[in-house]
């Protein structure tokens, strides 16, 4: 993998320069003392001083609320459908997303390519560069490395930085050819990197468990317990599914308008929800959080490996930070090895 | 033509007074503005807080809510269970910032035709003056073709 | 807390109660337990860090509101809502023993509600300065000014609905963003959706929250959600007093309610 190294103060300018032919670049940003990715105007704005942002980047690909289509009757009984308009994505820059945030767009990519590809994702991706940055510093509730993950993976970013030195500059791993056209358009502000080991300046992420482990356990616990005692203090609300990188459930919705016309929506949903697998009849195949929970760990852990080659968790630990109860993931994880 | 601000009004009002009240100012030829819309409900206290706000979003520039004087409410108590109701949503809708101004409450009964064409007039008077409610309407309605509204709206979510 | 481990062990071992809802420590602030046997009683704490209210427990069909007895610590917010609970019939004089949190900093041992609803009467709530402070400058800015707040706040919101779940009053089976004949909210996150989603809730509230800052503390994403709840009960306050036992404000009437907005 090609390497070049940018000192901190030309970074801005690259940054500049990023934006100069219109793209739109999201950085993480600190508000009120919680940091989120957003549109940024300038450099300046960006603050790389946290652990983790609040929420994941996956909103670049997957946005919150979504319009499919739109509709209009004609006075003559026509229906007149617009379509996806592909055309009215911006092309974006997000950087200084996490590896394990960047791992996720791998699990997200396997949900929504998989059998019929769906075109707003697709398009969306195909419109993004991911400049990774690499931690330096982690917290309780990281676990990537016990997810096959890594503080310093290149894996899903285009170009992964890495701090290096006292903080005076970054090391450039060029990972794809739309990294490579981001860089280029540096130019002179990357310079060659020689000798530089990124492994030096890494966080280092204990490993809580053995994934295999926790995996063969939990696929063979679907009548236990243990999916009581360990959800018995879940509130039921969307948090975790909402701030995870991973998480890919939708909703499908009406915006009728009244006169004939209208929107079909998406929005994001949450297997917490008790309304999730609610059926017309009044039917719930999961009426208790207990089997909620149960299903949150056995599709991340279990129905993604078997079927995308994916797990659909990369250990950022968002879910256990974001909960207003601290379901700590790596820890009820944990608890399944020693089933 | 007229390019003048024709504010849109929706009135909320109840069965027995208020609505036998404006059929009186018909019947009693008095002229008074028609920028206004009636909806009928049974009694002021049927009237959902959330109508107002389906009102604005849908593109209404102000909104009526009149009924029955206090005793005189066809179902006893209908009307000052809305008084109160009224007094919370009031004071937080403009603690949100949601312009209550634009929010006209009246009591008009049923031999009040007169009063009904000063309500609807004072009214429009006081909303041409506001203008337009945009803001509301622009935020309610994001998703009809606002593309850079939706957009500015994604940054936030990423 | 040896006090209280050792009673709560008592009342399990004695079947006095079904399970006991309080406090471990969690990773970096203590989080709540759910004890149905005295080995995981012995995890219990109970401090100032535990703000949170467990009162929202007490409503859940699979923990107190089965018809199980239950053992809770609460805090005079938590308390509040335990008292008001009871008021709506949701829960049962005999099935709850609370374990309020009192002035002193120590626990004390309320075998009826009708006793903690003494304690209430006869204790002024501790401070809500901050939020006091903060309602009291948004109110202080002008409609513009609190418009742009507002929609900036609530435009961040993706609706986890974490501010319902973790209410001790939304205990509606089927919430009103969760019907859709008609559908009065849009469900989807979106400025003024999250922002009607927000007076629908804190409207809901108007007398019976118990202000203790729950929907606000379990955000994931720190909006201040508690704060207009806050304000209602300040609104709900100066208007019709303090809330008494017999229905919730909106449920009731006085002849006399002002009317000076009413032309």
Known sequence: ?339 | MNTEFEPKILAFVCNWCTYAGADLTGTSRIKYASNVKIVRFPCTGRIDFMLLLKAFAGGSDGVIVSGCHPNDCHYTSGNFHARRRWIVFRELLDFLGIDVRRIQFSWVSAAEGAKWADVVNKTVDNIRALGPYTEYRRAAEYLAGNEDVLLKEQEVTQ | MNELRSKAKELLDSKAVDLFIGYEEGTRLPRPLIATSAEEADRLIFDERCTGNLAVYLTRKDLAAGGRKVGIVASYYAMRSISRLLDENQLREGAVKVFGLTQDGGLTLFEAIADVKQYLQETPAPSRQVEDEWAKEIAEMSAAERWKYWTGELSKCFKCYACRAACPMCYCTRCIVEVNRPQWLQPWAATMSNMEWQLNRVMHMAGRCSDCGACGAACPLGLPVHIIAHKMTEIVRQNFGEPTETGNVLSTFSPNDKENFIG
């Not at chain 1, 096959?148 to 791993?173: K, M, N, R």
């Not at chain 1, 797990?311 to 968002?318: N, Q």
């Open chain 1, 1 to 339: 993998m090609e390497q070049k190294y940018i000192p901190k103060a030309s970074l801005k300018a690259w940054l500049g320069k990023v934006r100069d032919d219109g793209r739109r670049l999201y950085a993480p940003v600190t508000e009120n003392g919680k940091t989120s990715f957003r549109r940024v105007k300038s450099a300046d704005e960006i603050s790389m001083e946290h652990v983790q942002t609040a929420q994941s980047a996956k909103g670049v690909a997957f946005p919150r609320t979504e319009r499919l289509f739109s509709y209009v009757r004609q006075p003559d009984g026509d229906v007149t459908l617009q379509d996806y308009d592909p055309s009215a994505i911006p092309d974006t820059v997000v950087f200084g997303l996490r590896p394990c945030d960047a791992a996720a767009l791998k699990p997200l990519s396997g949900i929504f390519g998989w059998d019929t590809e769906d075109k707003p994702f697709s398009e969306r991706m195909r419109r993004v560069v991911f400049v990774g940055v690499s931690c330096s510093r982690c917290d309780a509730f990281c676990f990537c490395t016990s997810v096959g993950g890594h503080p310093g993976s290149a894996e899903g970013s285009d170009i992964l930085l890495t701090v290096v030195g006292d903080g005076e500059g970054y090391l450039a791993e060029i990972v794809t050819d739309r990294g490579r056209a981001l860089v280029e358009k540096g130019g002179d502000l990357f310079e060659s990197a020689t000798g530089i080991s990124k492994e030096d300046y890494l966080a280092e992420v204990p490993v809580r468990f053995s994934v295999e482990e926790v995996q063969r356990k939990m696929a063979g616990a679907f009548e236990g317990d243990i999916w009581k005692s360990q959800s018995a203090r879940c509130l039921g609300c969307g948090a975790c599914a909402f701030v995870c990188p991973a998480c890919a459930c939708f909703d499908i919705q009406e915006n009728a308008r009244g006169s004939g016309a209208g929107d079909r929506i998406r929005c994001w949903d949450s297997c917490g929800f008790s309304l999730f697998t609610l059926h017309t009849s009044g039917h719930n195949p999961r009426s208790t959080q207990s089997q909620r929970w149960r299903q949150r760990l056995l599709h991340k852990f279990c129905y993604m490996p078997q079927r995308l080659s994916v797990r659909g968790c990369t250990g950022c630990g968002r879910c256990s930070r974001a909960c207003p109860v601290d379901m700590n993931l790596a820890e009820h994880l944990g608890e399944f090895e020693h089933l």
